[in-house]
């Protein structure tokens, strides 16, 4: 079974309000796949791991039918209470036990819960509810991050990895996949027509605020906060205050650039 990680509805609303949905450049190289591979519009789309929707949403303005699928049901609240849409519904179920029948979904999609996945028993689902002539996208953002503010953009950076090298100890061991770039997964998806892409670059709209959000948000934070309640709030505290200092600001509100690299498995049954 999955790894049960963001089910808390505490977890989940930090998750739902600091979680940044697929930039730019990830859509792209996903729509135009999507166009390269079919000549008919796609019927269902399926976000498996939707979290609370970020992903789905971004499907959900390009596809007529989008379904969001989450084990968490405390995320699919989150994801229903945000922004309910005609064109889109949510089910609470585990990757690995999908509610569709035998090649009914036209394009399968996670976006950076995969790794969350039993990845044998979710391709073997995908490879069953996949239509004939349908496509995977399954994609993460890299650990790599970086941050980018006036001249102090290496510092930024410096303060960002320090803390997240001090979470990183806490990480569950599923994270060795977006370490080895879905490498694994790639090699698992039982489609013979498929590519990886490892070098999809996004600048995210974020502010000083928006980033100790982030932190907060990931798995690793969410065990050292049970682990040690105290040390993982001065540890958020810390990063902004070093953050605020290094750009010789006062407003956590104060914009910077959050830049991520996107790992993207695409596949074509």
């Keep these: 079974m999955a790894t049960q990680m963001f089910e808390g509805r505490g977890?989940?609303?930090?998750?739902?309000?600091?979680?940044?949905?697929?930039?730019?450049?990830?859509?792209r190289a996903i729509l135009t796949y999507?166009?390269?591979k079919r000549a008919n519009p796609p019927e269902l789309v399926v976000d498996v791991g939707c979290g609370s929707g970020q992903g789905t949403r971004f499907l959900a303005e390009h596809f007529k039918k989008v379904v969001g699928t989450d084990i968490s049901e405390a995320?699919?609240?989150?994801?229903?209470?945000?922004?309910?849409?005609p064109s889109v519904s949510y089910l609470v179920c585990p990757a690995e036990e999908l509610p569709f029948e035998d090649a009914s979904v036209d394009v399968l999609a996670a976006?950076?819960?995969?790794?969350?996945?039993d990845i044998e028993k979710f391709m073997r689902e995908a490879n069953r509810v996949v239509k004939p002539g349908g496509c995977v996208a399954i994609s993460t953002y890299t650990l790599d991050m970086s941050l980018r503010y006036g001249n102090c953009s290496e510092?930024?950076?410096?303060?960002?990895?320090?803390?997240w090298d001090l979470l990183f100890k806490y990480s569950h061991n599923k994270v060795k996949h977006v370490l080895d770039d879905y490498k694994e997964i790639f090699e698992a998806l039982p489609f013979s027509d498929k590519k990886r892409i490892t070098d999809i670059y996004d600048k995210i709209p974020m502010t000083v605020a928006g980033v100790v959000g982030y932190l907060e948000s990931v798995s690793p934070y969410q065990a050292f906060l049970k682990n040690d309640p105290e040390a993982a709030k001065s540890?958020?505290?810390?990063?902004?205050?070093?953050?605020?200092?290094?750009?010789?600001?006062s407003s956590c509100e104060t914009p910077v650039e959050f830049w991520v690299r996107h790992v993207l498995v695409l596949g074509h049954k």
Excluded: C, N
């Design 11 to 27: 977890h989940a609303a930090v998750y739902q309000k600091y979680r940044f949905a697929p930039g730019e450049e990830l859509q």
């Design 34 to 36: 999507l166009q390269e």
């Design 75 to 85: 995320q699919i609240q989150e994801a229903r209470d945000t922004s309910p849409s």
């Design 111 to 117: 976006f950076t819960a995969a790794h969350w996945f």
């Design 155 to 163: 510092k930024l950076t410096k303060i960002f990895r320090e803390s």
């Design 235 to 249: 540890l958020l505290q810390e990063t902004e205050k070093r953050m605020l200092e290094a750009m010789g600001v």
